[in-house]
C-alpha cells in the first residue's frame, strides 16, 4: 500500500501542544503522510492562548492549490480555521476535490481551547453548520462544541450525535476526554454502529491536544482505507497510548499528547463499543471451546461427530420460510433435546446458536450471537440475557470489523469469533474474508479466545488458524455428509497446527469492509 495522505487544515500552536504540531504527532504513530496546512496562527503557551491570527482566505487557497496536484489527500481534517472566509475556502476545495474522486473529510469544530478561550463567533458556528458539516464525513465535537453546534445545550449526549447528523455529517462522535467521569467515553454514531467507545480513562498530566489527536487519527485510518466506525476504534486506541501518566510536561500547563507507534498491537488499547451499561460477569469455571469446532444443523449428525471424537458442537438451527410457527417450535426443542443428551453422554460441549431462552431453558449452559442478534434484544430482554449471564450462562458473539470485535468485547464473552477467514457460501455477507492476518491480529488482541469461522473446507486451513493462534476454528460443510476428510483428519491437523502457533499481533489489520 502506498503511504496513504491526509491534509490537516488547522491553526499552528506556538507552544507546540495542539494545533498542527499534534496532528503530525498523531499521523506518523498512524503511519500516513500529512500536509500541515495552516489556517490560523496562534500566539500561545501551554497555560494560554495570547492571540488568534487567521491567515488571509487567499494564502489558504495558496497553500490548497499548492498540494492539489502533487499530494492528492485521501481525507482532510479540520481544525481551527479562525474566519468565515477560510470555512468557505476548504468548503469549495473540499468540492473540487471530490469531483476526481473519493475523500474524507473529518471536521474538528475548534471552538474553544481548553485553556477557555473562544475560538469562534456566531458567524463562524453558523458558518460550519451550514458549509462543513453537509460535507463532513464524520465530525468530532466535545459535549460543549457539539452543543454549541446545535444551538442547544438541552440534548443528552446520544441526542447531540443524532442531531448532528441530522445537519448532514455521515458520522458524530461526542468526544469525552473533557468529562470527569472514571471511564473515557466517546458517543459515535454512524450507518454502521452507534454506542460508547469506552476505555478507563488514565491519570496524564499530558492531555494537550488530545482532540486534534483523535481527529487527526480518525482522518489518518480512513485515509488506510478503514470504514469510519472501524477508523474511530483506531483513533481511540492512538489517542490513549498518547496519555501516560509518568509523561513530563515541557510548561507549567498540560503537556502534549504524545502517541505512540506500535499502539495498533497494544491489546490494552481496544476499547468496548456498548450502549450505556458495562455488564460485568464472573468469569465462566469451565475452560472456553477449543480445537475442532463443528457446526450442523441436525441432532444426529451432531451425535455421530461427538461420537468421533469431537468435542465442541453447535447446533445452528434456521426456521423453514413455510414452517408454521407450533411445528418450528416443537423441532428447535427436539433437536436441543437430543443434541444436549449427545453432547454430555460423551463429554463434548454443545452450542446453540441464535436460541438462547430455550437453550437456558432446557438445561444448555453455552449459546452463540451474532451482532445483529444482540442488536436486536429488546430492554427486557437484554436485561434476561444479563441476568442469565451472572448466573452462568456461557456466551460466544461473532465479529466481523473492528467496531465489532469492541462491541463483542463489551459483553466480556467465554469466546469472540472472527470471520470469514476464507470466502464462505454458508451465508451471504459484505465483509471481505478477513485472512490469516487478521485472524492473528483478532487472536492477539481480543479480551477473549477467538474462534476462527469462515470458508474452512481443507483441514490444512485449520491448522493455518491454530496456527495464526485461534483458540478454535469452524468448520461447516467440511464435515457435512460425503465430505471429503474425516474427523481425525481435522484433529490432527489442528494439533500440527498448535505446533506452529504464534502469539504475537502482526502490525496493522487490514480492512473488512471497502472504505
Given amino acids: 500500500m502506498s503511504t496513504p495522505i491526509v491534509w490537516s487544515i488547522s491553526g499552528q500552536d506556538s507552544g507546540g501542544g495542539a494545533g498542527l504540531s499534534a496532528d503530525q504527532r498523531a499521523a506518523d504513530a498512524a503511519e500516513v503522510h500529512l500536509c500541515p496546512i495552516v489556517a490560523l496562527l496562534t500566539a500561545q503557551s501551554s497555560v494560554a492562548v495570547e492571540s488568534v491570527h487567521p491567515v488571509p482566505p487567499e494564502q489558504l487557497h495558496a497553500q490548497l492549490e499548492a498540494l492539489a496536484h502533487d499530494l492528492p489527500p485521501r481525507a ?247 414452517e408454521p410457527a407450533a411445528a418450528w417450535q416443537a423441532r428447535l426443542l427436539d433437536q436441543i433435546t437430543r443434541s444436549r443428551a449427545a453432547t454430555l453422554a460423551h463429554g463434548a460441549t454443545l452450542i446453540v446458536n441464535d436460541h438462547w431462552q430455550e437453550a437456558a431453558a432446557l438445561g444448555v449452559d453455552f449459546v452463540h450471537l451474532g451482532q445483529e442478534d444482540l442488536l436486536a434484544l429488546g430492554a427486557e430482554e437484554r436485561d434476561s440475557l444479563m441476568r442469565a449471564r451472572r448466573a452462568g450462562l456461557r456466551l460466544g458473539v461473532s465479529s466481523h470489523s473492528l467496531w465489532e470485535l469492541a462491541r463483542a468485547a463489551a459483553w466480556q464473552p467465554d469466546y469472540i469469533a472472527c470471520g470469514p477467514v476464507w470466502p464462505t457460501l454458508t451465508k451471504a455477507m459484505p465483509w471481505r474474508p478477513q485472512g490469516l492476518r487478521n485472524l492473528a491480529w483478532w487472536a492477539a488482541m481480543s479480551p477473549a479466545p477467538v474462534v476462527a469461522i469462515g470458508g474452512m473446507l481443507a483441514p490444512e486451513q485449520l491448522a493455518d488458524a491454530a496456527a495464526a493462534g485461534a483458540g478454535a476454528g469452524c468448520v461447516v460443510r467440511g464435515l457435512q455428509a460425503g465430505a471429503t476428510h474425516g474427523v481425525h483428519e481435522w484433529l490432527a491437523a489442528w494439533q500440527a497446527g498448535s505446533a506452529r502457533r504464534t502469539r504475537a499481533a502482526p502490525g496493522w489489520p487490514a480492512p473488512s469492509l471497502p472504505g
Wanted: charged share 20%; hydrophobic share 45%.
Fill in 76 to 322: 482532510i481534517k479540520t481544525g481551527l480555521l479562525g474566519s468565515v472566509a477560510n470555512v468557505r475556502v476548504v468548503a469549495q476545495w473540499v468540492d473540487r476535490l471530490r469531483q476526481r474522486g473519493p475523500l474524507a473529510l473529518v471536521v474538528d469544530p475548534v471552538l474553544r481551547a481548553s485553556t477557555g478561550e473562544s475560538f469562534a463567533n456566531v458567524a463562524l458556528v453558523e458558518a460550519y453548520r451550514q458549509e462543513l458539516l453537509p460535507r463532513a464525513t464524520v465530525v468530532t465535537p466535545n459535549r460543549r462544541e457539539a452543543a454549541r453546534l446545535l444551538l442547544r445545550h438541552d440534548h443528552d449526549v446520544p441526542d447531540q450525535a443524532r442531531a448532528l447528523r441530522a445537519l448532514g455529517t455521515e458520522a458524530a462522535c461526542i468526544t469525552g476526554g473533557d468529562a470527569d467521569e472514571p471511564i473515557a467515553r466517546d458517543h459515535w454514531h454512524s450507518v454502521h454502529a452507534t454506542g460508547w467507545l469506552a476505555l478507563p480513562r488514565r491519570a496524564a498530566p499530558n492531555t494537550h491536544g488530545t482532540g486534534c489527536t483523535f481527529a487527526t487519527a480518525l482522518a489518518a485510518a480512513i485515509a488506510r482505507g478503514f470504514v469510519p466506525a472501524d477508523a474511530a476504534v483506531i483513533a481511540k486506541m492512538l489517542t490513549t497510548s498518547g496519555l501516560r501518566a509518568d509523561a513530563s510536561n515541557p510548561g507549567r500547563g498540560a503537556g502534549p499528547v504524545r502517541p505512540r507507534h506500535g499502539f495498533i498491537t497494544d491489546r490494552s488499547l481496544l476499547p468496548t463499543l456498548d450502549d450505556g451499561e458495562l455488564p460485568t460477569f464472573a468469569p465462566g469455571s469451565t475452560p472456553p471451546v477449543e480445537g475442532l469446532y463443528a457446526i450442523t444443523d441436525h441432532a444426529a449428525h451432531l451425535a455421530s461427530l461427538v461420537k468421533q471424537g469431537v468435542r465442541t458442537v453447535q447446533l445452528r438451527l434456521k426456521r423453514a420460510d413455510d
